[in-house]
């Protein structure tokens, strides 16, 4: 958190975060994205790599999902959210029944 303040202060066009919810509490990993969505509205471009697939899909404008080091899908994160091959592989059957 203090390293994603650090460099908004730089004032950058485009802000880099590597796994931004690693380590942190749900509460925590929540504000981060909610924060991420906020800091993208204001006209900064975001790019991200995140574990938390579901999470990260829920707060993106265009996903990529990596397999193996090949982008293996893209799209919106919506459509991520929906597509039934990301979700059996990727986000679990859970996602299917809850929505994303």
């Known amino acids: ?3 994603m303040g650090r460099a908004l202060m730089m004032e950058p066009k485009l802000l880099l975060l590597d796994e ?3 380590g ?3 509460a ?3 504000e981060v994205f ?3 969505k906020k800091i993208n509205s204001e ?3 975001i790019l991200m790599v995140e574990q938390n697939a579901r999470r990260c899909l829920q707060v993106t404008d ?3 999902v990596l397999d193996q080091g090949r982008n293996a899908y893209t799209g919106t994160g919506r459509e991520l959210l929906a597509d039934p091959n990301v979700i059996k592989l990727y986000l679990g059957t859970l996602a299917k029944m809850t929505g994303g």
């Open 43 to 45: 006209g900064i471009a």
């Open 62 to 64: 265009r996903a990529y």
């Open 34 to 36: 909610i924060q991420c």
């Open 20 to 22: 931004p919810s690693a």
């Open 1 to 3: 958190m203090v390293a």
């Open 24 to 26: 942190l509490s749900p």
């Open 28 to 30: 925590l990993q929540d």
